[in-house]
């Protein structure tokens, strides 16, 4: 019987070791590993890292959920007056709301923080805020038109190149100032750089000589050199004149 009984002793032992072992491996697999625990251990915060960008000059907020739990009551402050918390205090389990605002931040990376703390024990977590504020640049081709009509309905084909020489998406509208007829789109009034824009012009019904201007406007919120002004000009001159590339 002393074999056996030490046999069995050995394998109650093994088997318990085992259930350790892998209940620890278990325990690893679910603990989150985006979770900022509190030092105290009471308290629980998810995520623990915040990334999101806007585009320079815009004023709409960007937000983003915490899921905080705790045993107690508790508190989220932040020391950076882009980041909006709410609310900010707390029982037990809760969403806190960051709203992040790009309004007056300059282009680059901005970096700041929420501290949550609660509990008897004190517990503090951290939650870093990374936000990207992207610069796009409008670069518009060429700066301007001209066009010499050599008949009364000269017409002229041409083109306008749009760029995003920056960061972030460039979302653009074009309009002509004066919404004169002679002059009109061919393509989408509206689109993300980089585009080509198509124009016509024509002198057909205008006053049989004489020089007419107008101006293409682009605009996108945010990005820089907008909005951008591309002047067009349509002339006929007595007796015609050189340069003519109308289209028949």
């Not at 936000?131 to 640049?137: A, D, M």
């Not at 041409?158 to 979302?171: F, I, K």
Request: net charge neutral.
């Amino acid at each position: 019987m002393g074999p056996i009984v030490i046999a069995l002793a050995a394998g109650v032992v093994v088997l318990v070791s085992g259930v350790l072992v892998n209940g620890c491996r278990i325990s690893k697999l679910l603990t989150p590993s985006s979770a900022a625990a509190g030092s105290g251990g009471g308290l629980l915060v998810v995520p623990s890292l915040v990334r999101d960008s806007a585009i320079a000059g815009t004023s709409a907020m960007r937000v983003s959920n915490l899921a905080v739990t705790n045993g107690g009551t508790w508190s989220a402050t932040t020391d950076d007056p882009w980041i909006h918390v709410t609310p900010a205090n707390g029982r037990a389990r809760a969403t806190v709301r960051l709203s992040l605002d790009p309004k007056h931040l300059t282009p680059g990376l901005h970096q700041g923080a929420v501290t949550v703390e609660g509990g008897p024990d004190g517990a503090r977590a951290t939650v870093a805020v990374s936000f990207l504020i992207q610069q796009p640049i409008l670069e518009v081709e060429p700066d301007d038109f001209n066009f010499r009509a050599r008949t009364s309905s000269s017409v002229f084909h041409d083109t306008l190149y749009l760029t995003n020489e920056g960061t972030g998406p460039l979302v653009w509208t074009a309009t002509t100032e004066n919404h004169s007829g002679w002059l009109r789109f061919e393509s989408d009034t509206t689109g993300t750089a980089p585009s080509i824009i198509a124009l016509r012009a024509s002198n057909e019904g205008l006053p049989y000589f004489g020089t007419f201007k107008e101006t293409i406007i682009l605009e996108s919120p945010g990005a820089k050199n907008s909005p951008k002004r591309i002047e067009v000009t349509i002339r006929r001159k007595r007796g015609g004149g050189d340069g003519d590339t109308s289209v028949p």
